[in-house]
């Protein structure tokens, strides 16, 4: 397969092609921009983080507000199924439906999706708990809590005890309408008890792109389908995909 360079995409996308393994992540809550604190489900250890097709995964987040008060959601979600396209084309998603996509109807631009393999996966979400009315979209449900890696990839990083960064998705059937400031894309929403089919898009790391990248080193990125792919649930579960590894 001649995979071809990755052109170039606007700053916003960039998180889609993450090319490190970081420290992992504290567990303490972080600020946002509306001075949200925001506590997500306690990490699982052990065997219990690895899930298959038709799991269950509870997910929770608690949103600490200036005034004392909190906001909860839970949500249940199952991964159900995924394949991979040889390249985004083949998938037959309208370009205008992913987020680079999007971006460019939005500012004008003409940036080209890369051209690696495409990974496409099912996934039904469940709230189960959480506001009932959707104020903004900042207090909506956030599809970056998907994110893809490979089996390869995760025995790398823990041998170097490291945590591997987020591969966010660049395709999401729920999506937002994207604004000028890169914002509402990643946005979706589900009123309380209200369950929804969707599916997230990624697509592959060209290797080529970070050969010359100082202390490059190929295991930390998602490059082929032969790698054993699995999707993590906000970096706590990992669902193997069954693609790789056989």
Sequence with gaps: MDWKKILAIPLAALLLFAT??????????SNTEEGTHFAPTPTPTGASRFKKFGDTISYSETKYQNDGSTIRTKLEITVTGAQV?????????PVEDTSVGSLNKVLDTDYTLPETPFVLVDVTIKKTEGPAERKSREKGLLMTIFSLHSKQQLEWCDSQDMAPVLLEPSYFSGHGEDEEDGKGYEYFWLEPGEEQEYQVGFFLVDLKDHAGVKDFHP???????DEGLMVSINGLYYVD???GEE
């Design 241 to 243: 995909l069954e693609i």
């Design 219 to 225: 295991e930390e990125l998602v490059s082929s389908p």
């Design 85 to 93: 396209f040889d390249t985004f084309a083949d998938s037959g998603i």
């Design 20 to 29: 490190a393994c970081n420290e992992a992540v504290p567990s303490e809550p």
